[in-house]
Structures are given as structure tokens and as C-alpha cells.
């Protein structure tokens, strides 16, 4: 009996710790965006880069004065307009809630000022989920959040990654981009465990 009880004892402190250490990686991998690897879409698109157009795709908004979540084409979001549109892998994750996001809402009006007429969020998370992180982060809706759920227009624009091993499917990379009339004109993708080339200080420097 005792031998059963000590292999017991062993069995669930083993299983204790490798719990504990996937939930360390999995929060590494949320926070820094770290460990994804690129997904293997099939699309045939390979990443985007300055001078490239945006892809046609259909994305989701839900308001926060709307009723339901309602499409909104690239082509209406880009068409005739200069955007700034910043990624981030996951709404309500550590880095994108404390730091990414809340800098374009901080700078808001001094990007507007800066000739951008539309600032928008993308991820790779259904509308709804999308509708609460802005009534969390930003309920004066400054930032138009955009809602990827089939993640097909990351993948369209070559920065999906696969988040798999840590329970989270595709994502999309954490990156920004800039675009004039549906031409990019400023990408920045992160590199591992960075939040520098796509925050609102290198947006505003770009522009």
C-alpha cells in the first residue's frame, strides 16, 4: 500500500508541474508573441510588403451602440482612405491589453492629426469577443475593432501563425501597417518577444 501511495504522490506532483509549465509557456506565448510558427494557410499569398495592395476580404465590427455585428469589406475600409491597421494575436491577452492597444487609443488624435482617417484593430477573434475587449479598453470607440474569426484575411495578408501548441489555433502576427488607398506604405511585423515596430510611436513616425 505504501508503494501504491508513493507512486501515487509521484504521478500527481509530475502531472502538477507539467501543467504548470505549459500554462508559463502559454502565457509566453500570449504576452510576446514568441513561439508561433507560420501557419501553413494554403492560400498561395506570401507575406505583404510595402507597395503591395490589400487583399479583398470580408471582416466582422460589432459597435458598441449596435445591435449585431455587421460585415465591412477591405474594400470599404481602405478604398479612398489612408488606415492604420495594427494586429495583435488575441483580445484580452497581457501585452496587447496593457501596452499595444492602449497606446493607439493615448495617441489617437495625434495620428488623426497625422493624415489617418481610419485606426483600426484586427484579430483573430469572432465580434463579439472583439465587442467586449472595446468596452473594456476603449468605450469612447476611437479604434475600429475588426473581428478575423476564420482568420482568412491574415492568412490572405501572409502574417497568420500557428498558435496551436498552446491551445490557441491560427493567430495573427503582431504587426502594423499603414495603407493609402488600399497601397501599403509601412509594414512592421515583431520580431520574438518585441513591441516596437508596431506601436503607435512607430505609426506616428511612419506617418
Not at 37 to 64: M, N, Y
Not at 88 to 114: D, M, N, R, Y
Not at 138 to 158: H, M, N, R, V, W
Request: hydrophobic share 45%; glycine share 8%; aromatic share 8%.
Amino acid at each position: 500500500p505504501l508503494r501504491i501511495s508513493q507512486r501515487s504522490s509521484f504521478a500527481f506532483l509530475a502531472s502538477t508541474t507539467n501543467r504548470f509549465l505549459l500554462g508559463i509557456s502559454a502565457t509566453a506565448a500570449c504576452v510576446n508573441l514568441e513561439k508561433g510558427q507560420k501557419a501553413e494557410s494554403g492560400e498561395g499569398h506570401g507575406p505583404i510588403a510595402v507597395g503591395s495592395t490589400i487583399p479583398e476580404a470580408t471582416l466582422r465590427t460589432f459597435p458598441l451602440d449596435g445591435a449585431a455585428p455587421q460585415d465591412i469589406t477591405t474594400e470599404q475600409l481602405f478604398q479612398g482612405k489612408k488606415v492604420v491597421l495594427f494586429a495583435v494575436p488575441g483580445a484580452f491577452t497581457p501585452t496587447c491589453s496593457v501596452s499595444h492597444l492602449p497606446g493607439f487609443v493615448e495617441k489617437f488624435e495625434e495620428i488623426k492629426a497625422k493624415g489617418a482617417d481610419t485606426i483600426a484593430v484586427l484579430s483573430v477573434n469572432d465580434a463579439f469577443v472583439m465587442r467586449a475587449w472595446q468596452a473594456d479598453k476603449d468605450p469612447s470607440s476611437k479604434i475600429l475593432f475588426l473581428a478575423d474569426g476564420s482568420a482568412d484575411f491574415t492568412k490572405k495578408l501572409g502574417l497568420d501563425r500557428d498558435f496551436s501548441a498552446f491551445g490557441m489555433g491560427t493567430r495573427a502576427a503582431r504587426f502594423a501597417l499603414i495603407a493609402d488607398n488600399g497601397v501599403v506604405t509601412y509594414l512592421g511585423v515583431e520580431a520574438p518577444r518585441e513591441l516596437k515596430v508596431s506601436t503607435a510611436e512607430a505609426i506616428l513616425a511612419a506617418l
